[in-house]
């Protein structure tokens, strides 16, 4: 599992970086490929927090079976139970084993988390670069072509006059 997640972490990263090196797209193009490298890199981020979290729940769980365990041993012990003390003091260091092992992947985890924040970050930023750029050359054009404003607002016009006509039209057979 943990390997699946670095290795689809790995890919957004690497597809990230070479969406934001090739200019071919522009930059309207770059940023949309960017952009969804980021959400990918953002839900492989929420993904690992469950994991974290996951972790968590299972190294509480098995410290509380230990401490249950002990609790047994010690019980067993009193009334000189000597085969259920020993196996109450086998289970429980089962679970401090288990649960020593939680607390390791637990710290893999966390510092895999960062590194990962630390990958997203740095993506933020270079998104909003290229879509800052992206803005300003949209806004290089319009004053190039004041006309194009114009156009652009009729023909939107003229699509929303479209679909009402079309809702509208619809609203009447479905009336009859």
Known sequence: MFETFRNAWR???????????????????????MYDQVAAARNGLDRLDREI???????????DEA???ARRERMAREIADV??????????????????????????????????????DEMERALAS????????ELEDLN???REVEFQELER??????AAERLEELKRRSRS
């Open 144 to 146: 190039r072509h004041p």
């Open 67 to 69: 401490q249950v365990c």
């Open 83 to 120: 085969q259920t003390a020993r196996l109450a003091a086998e289970y429980r260091q089962r679970h401090e084993e288990r649960a020593a092992v939680l607390a390791r992947k637990l710290d893999v985890l966390v510092a895999e988390r960062r590194l990962c924040q630390r990958d997203l």
């Open 157 to 162: 016009t003229r699509r929303e006059r479209e």
């Open 53 to 63: 979290s996951d972790c968590r729940r299972e190294e509480k769980a098995e410290r």
């Open 130 to 137: 290229v879509r800052a750029a992206a803005v300003t050359m």
């Open 11 to 33: 890919q957004a990263v690497d597809n990230f970086w070479q969406e934001l090196q090739e200019d071919e797209a522009g930059p309207e193009g770059r940023a949309r490929g």
